[in-house]
Every structure is written in C-alpha cells, then in structure tokens.
C-alpha cells in the first residue's frame, strides 16, 4: 500500500508570499499524483493532475512538479482565497484506488 | 453543469445500518466510474469504494470492505452506499465523487452527507 506523506503540516505565509507544498510517496507513483484544495465547510476543488497538468479554469498561480516519490504543488503569489488545506492524491492503475495524504493547512500569518 | 447530490446521512447507533444515495446531472452518467470518499470530522481525506461505469468492477477501502456495498442504477443516474455494521469510526461527511476517464482523478465532488455513528 503506498503512503503519502504531506508537510509541512501547517504553512504560515502572507498575501502575495510564494507557498511550497511538499508530497511524497512511500515508493514510486510515476506522475500519478494529484493536488485538490478544500476550504472550510466546501468540497475538495481539483487543482492539478498527472503532477504537473493544471485542471480546467485554476489560475496560472498554482504549478506541480515531481515524479516518483517527491512532489510539489508551488503558489507564486498568493491570494486571500488560497489559503486553505491542500491534499495530495495517487492514483493506482490497478487496482484503481485512491489514497489521500493527511493534507497541509496554509494559514494567514 | 455537473451536479452531484448526496441524501440519507443521519445518526445512527453503533451496529446500525444505513443508505446513501447520490442523484448525478449534467453529465452522461454512464460513461464515468463513480466513487465514494469520506472525511471524519477535522480529519483528512478517505478513499471508501469505487464502482465502474457499468457496475462490472467494484472496489473498496480494507477498512469498509466486507461492511459497504457500492452499486448504482444508470437509468436513474444515481449513486448508492449501503453501508452495515457501523462503527463510531465511520462518523464522517461521505463524498459522491467523479472519476473523470480522461485523467483518473475526482474532477466533480459533491457537497456532502453526514453520517454519525452514536
């Protein structure tokens, strides 16, 4: 079973600040990785896939890179409304399952 | 627009059973794989079970397996979770999730249903 590990578990930045998220896993994953963001009280939001691919309609602001085991989801500048929990996400081909790192709250500081 | 709606979270006593549905629109329900993912209050995300688009293939979390069966009814275009022997562990907001076939990623979630096992 692959684990992924998320940290730091809290970032504290201001607006406008760069955030460097990190993800990784317990054996290599390829680029099966994904980066959803959740904000109090509202459904996880698909930011990135395949590592590096940024899904439809989120701003220029969020990159991924990584490859087998370690991964990083990058804010350039951040908005008021990105902080939030960010989680991490692989996918298994086969069986296709999915497991979730334990998520990294970026807080105002 | 994608919409997924969850119903039938509640509270429940320990052993007790329950039924989730998830009523899909906006989209051709049958060409996509479906899953349901939970999350435990103030905690992070859980994978719980996944089901094929033609229902041929289902799959669950160790933690489920054996407790929670996942099928659905294309022709209704929804979503079900019956969910046995329930633990106070299983106390969580449960997700109906698409599987977006392009990438393999959950690309629409819905808002959510509460289950509290006490």
């Known amino acids: 079973e692959i684990v992924l590990t998320q940290s730091p578990a809290t970032l504290s930045l201001s607006p406008g600040e760069r955030a460097t998220l990190s993800c990784r896993a317990s054996?290599?994953?390829?680029?099966?990785l994904a980066w959803y963001q959740q904000k109090p009280g509202q459904a996880p939001r698909l930011l990135i896939y395949?590592?590096?691919s940024r899904a439809t309609g989120i701003p220029a602001r969020f990159s991924g890179s990584g490859s087998g085991t370690d991964f990083t989801l990058t804010i350039s500048s951040l908005e008021p409304e990105d902080f939030a929990v960010y989680y991490c996400q692989q996918r298994s081909n086969w069986p296709p399952t999915w497991t979730f790192g334990q998520g990294t709250k970026v807080e105002i500081k | 627009e994608v919409q997924l709606v969850e119903s039938g979270g509640g509270l429940v006593k320990p052993g007790g059973s329950l039924r989730l549905s998830c009523a899909a629109s906006g989209f051709t329900f049958n060409n996509y794989n479906m899953n349901w993912v939970r999350q435990a209050p103030g905690k992070g995300l859980e994978w719980v079970s996944s089901?094929?688009?033609?229902?041929?293939?289902?799959y669950y979390a160790d933690s489920v397996k054996g407790r929670f069966t996942i099928s659905r009814d294309n022709a209704k275009r929804s979503l079900y979770l019956e969910m046995e022997s329930l633990r106070a562990e299983d106390t969580a907001v449960f997700y109906c999730?698409?599987?977006?076939?392009?990438?393999?990623?959950?690309?629409?979630w819905g808002q959510g249903t509460l289950v509290t096992v006490s």
């Open positions: 395949d590592a590096s």
């Open positions: 089901i094929y688009s033609d229902s041929s293939y289902k």
């Open positions: 999730v698409r599987d977006d076939f392009l990438t393999g990623y959950a690309d629409y």
């Open positions: 054996q290599s994953i390829s680029t099966y």
